[in-house]
């Protein structure tokens, strides 16, 4: 690699570059070797690191997969339309499936992060195994092409495509239909708590429809807690 780049790597970023264990592990997941080593491990680097971290190519990755897996959907259910194709890709693209496919390739094991992500259990957050995952394959489409992500991303997706079961309607949309088809009030979502240190942060949100009753449900992000919310209603009261 060029001297000049790297004088301006942190000394522990040199380190990593020299553990072919890094290098043997981005090979293995992406069945790709590193090119340009630095994206790997800028792809690895939370911000509490305070080094340059994941968050650009963390945007370019969700970019990246949501293009692959829709156009993968697209071709797979050709039948389908529209808001079944959209509700198969809001599932496969959501931060829990993203942790989800980092923690089963062993993410964890190699993020970069400070003293107190570590002491805060960074290391094992589904948020951040996720937004890891994401900037993972916007490093694999920098450094090799479209074609070396679409690979990157079906290799570890696959399985949870065909996984999908024929009923995939969101459960906010089911939970909607079920109150309109028994005349009820549609459900009413409100965010009652928001706790945990930033990287790791967890929300809290109540459904109620009027005259049922009311479920609460916690996750990640707003919209997986509202999600997770309405699948517990539609077990309790239908």
């Known amino acids: 690699m060029d001297l000049v780049y790297r004088s301006t790597l942190g000394s522990h970023r040199r380190k990593i570059l020299n553990r072919p264990d890094f290098l043997d592990w981005i090979t293995k997941i992406t069945a790709e070797r590193p090119v340009t080593p630095e ?45 079944q194709l959209s509700q198969r890709l809001n599932g496969l693209v959501s931060g829990p499936v993203c942790g989800d496919v980092a923690k089963h390739i ?25 937004d890891v995952m994401e900037s993972l394959i916007g490093a694999v489409y920098l450094d090799h092409g479209m074609e070396a992500a679409r690979s990157f991303i079906l290799r570890h997706w696959d399985s949870r495509v065909t996984a999908i079961v024929a009923d995939i309607r969101h459960p906010k949309s089911a939970l909607q239909e079920w109150a309109a088809s028994n005349n009820r009030k549609i459900p009413t979502y409100e965010l009652i708590d928001k706790s945990g240190p930033h990287h790791d942060l967890k929300f809290t949100v109540r459904v109620s429809i009027a005259n049922i009753g009311e479920v609460e449900a916690t996750a990640s992000a707003i919209q997986a807690a509202e999600t997770e919310a309405a699948k517990k209603f539609l077990e309790k009261f239908t």
């Not at 690191?49 to 156009?71: K, S």
């Not at 992060?113 to 094992?124: F, I, M, N, P, T």
């Open 39 to 83: 994206l790997y491990i800028r792809a690895a680097t939370h911000g509490s690191h305070g080094e340059e971290d994941y968050q650009r190519l963390e945007f370019l990755g969700d970019r990246v997969l949501g293009l692959v897996i829709a156009d993968h959907l697209y071709h797979q259910f050709p039948q389908e339309p529209e808001g």
């Open 106 to 130: 062993g993410v964890g094991d190699h993020v970069l992060l400070g003293k107190q992500a570590r002491d805060d259990g960074a290391r094992q957050s589904i948020k951040v195994l996720g």
